[in-house]
């Protein structure tokens, strides 16, 4: 049981590039999320998945688009970075979104950096 | 945006000291979560508080919700080096019901030997 995975845990691109982050589950939850985390700012969220099929805007959600691919997986998508951009990333899930005591997992993130 | 303030921001003291840290807002939450945070690692939930007023215990770690649903604390008795970490708090609004988390910036602690 490997938890929340995320690939890849280190990225560098230049101004422009695109890349897709990877984000897997194996807990068969329900909803997940993605947040950036940047220095003293603590996380915010980008984008959520309440449940397989369903995908909604966060707090910071331009320049990035997500697709909830199947019940496990959550991908983000930059279509052109920016410097901007260069965060911590991290994907979280939660068995059921609405639950209030429902513990929320986060995956080890990943470090990407816009040139 | 509901705005969580944590204080203080970095916090360092030695071993078997005692330390408070803050989590305060202007907005009402219908939960609110403590999690801790290691280098290169994502955030470890440590508690769920939901009833105004609420105290848990986490064998030296004591949280409590403040009776408005407004703010919490988290005190930490004889710390230990293994404290050491970023310690975030994070609250769901009370329209919210996906799960969707609102998070303060973060404490830093470290305990010294």
């Known amino acids: 049981n490997a938890g929340v995975t995320q690939t890849p845990k280190f990225q560098v691109l230049k101004t422009g590039q695109s890349m897709t982050l990877q984000c897997a589950q194996d807990?068969?939850?329900?909803?997940m999320y993605w947040y950036r985390q940047d220095p003293g700012m603590g996380l915010r969220l980008i984008y959520y998945s309440a449940s397989e099929g369903t995908t909604d805007k966060g707090e910071v959600p331009n320049g990035y688009n997500v697709s909830r691919l199947n019940k496990r997986e959550f991908s983000l998508r930059l279509e052109s970075a920016a410097p901007s951009q260069t965060s911590v990333y991290f994907c979280?899930?939660?068995?059921?979104?609405?639950?209030?005591?429902?513990?929320?997992?986060f995956g080890p993130g990943t470090r990407l950096t816009v040139l | 945006t509901q705005l969580l303030e944590q204080s203080p921001q970095f916090l360092s003291i030695q071993e078997g000291e005692n330390l408070t840290v803050y989590c305060n807002s202007s907005?009402?939450?219908?939960?609110l979560q403590w999690y801790r945070q290691e280098p290169g690692e994502g955030p470890v939930l440590l508690v769920t508080?939901?009833?105004?007023?609420e105290v848990k215990k986490l064998k030296r770690l004591t949280f409590q919700f403040g009776d408005a649903r407004k703010d919490s604390s988290l005190h930490i008795t004889a710390a230990q080096p293994g404290d050491t970490g970023l310690y975030l708090c994070?609250?769901?609004?009370?329209?919210?019901?996906?799960?969707?988390?609102?998070f303060g910036a973060g404490t830093q602690v470290v305990v010294t030997p």
């Open positions: 979280a899930s939660r068995s059921q979104g609405w639950r209030v005591t429902d513990t929320q997992y």
């Open positions: 508080v939901v009833t105004g007023g």
């Open positions: 907005s009402v939450f219908s939960s």
């Open positions: 807990m068969n939850h329900n909803s």
């Open positions: 994070a609250g769901a609004g009370a329209a919210d019901s996906w799960g969707k988390l609102q």
